[in-house]
């Protein structure tokens, strides 16, 4: 799942002809569906943060690639988020995971434990229980 800034990098398209069930998701269109899509994968692979968030919150394993420079941020984001729910992740190098092709599952960084991950949803709803509920 491309970072919309890095959707026309030639690398997702030459990780698709090495491997070709791959689905590259835009990122931009309805996020329910980008989401569903994320839940039912058995790997994300993503320059972005936020596909890597779902899917730690889903139990996938993710691979954190980086294929530009120029995404806000760096990697402060990414290694906040990782820390947060006690991750090391760190970017796998593209060309490793091109050449790792259906072996890339041996480069990703395993989901988050559930019950951190339980933990962190349950101080979110103390946190902003009140203004979801305002939501509905």
Same mark, same amino acid.
Not at 39 to 64: E, F, K, M, Q, R
Not at 97 to 109: H, P, Y
Not at 122 to 133: K, T
């Given at each position: 799942? $491309?970072? +919309?800034?890095?959707?026309?990098? $030639?690398?997702?398209?030459?990780?698709?002809?090495?491997? =070709?069930?791959?689905?590259?998701?835009?990122?931009?269109?309805?996020?329910?569906?980008?989401?569903?899509?994320?839940?039912?994968?058995?790997?994300? %692979?993503?320059?972005?943060?936020?596909?890597? %968030? *779902?899917?730690?919150?889903?139990?996938?394993? !993710?691979?954190?690639?980086?294929?530009? !420079?120029?995404?806000?941020?760096?990697? +402060?984001? +990414?290694?906040?988020?990782?820390?947060?729910?006690?991750?090391?992740?760190? =970017?796998? $190098?593209?060309?490793? *995971?091109?050449?790792?092709?259906?072996?890339? +599952?041996?480069?990703?960084?395993? =989901? =988050?434990? &559930?019950?951190?991950?339980?933990?962190?949803? &349950?101080?979110?709803? *103390?946190?902003?229980? !009140?203004?979801?509920?305002?939501?509905?």
């Amino acid at each position: 799942i $491309p970072h +919309f800034m890095d959707l026309s990098s $030639p690398y997702w398209w030459h990780m698709k002809t090495q491997w =070709p069930e791959i689905e590259i998701t835009d990122t931009l269109g309805d996020p329910f569906s980008l989401m569903h899509r994320i839940a039912t994968s058995s790997l994300v %692979i993503s320059t972005g943060l936020h596909p890597l %968030i *779902v899917a730690d919150a889903y139990g996938i394993p !993710s691979i954190w690639i980086q294929v530009a !420079s120029n995404v806000k941020g760096g990697s +402060f984001k +990414f290694t906040d988020h990782s820390l947060s729910v006690g991750s090391t992740r760190r =970017p796998a $190098p593209v060309d490793s *995971v091109i050449r790792a092709g259906r072996n890339a +599952f041996d480069l990703a960084t395993p =989901p =988050p434990d &559930a019950n951190v991950i339980s933990a962190i949803q &349950a101080d979110l709803l *103390v946190a902003y229980g !009140s203004a979801l509920e305002n939501l509905t």
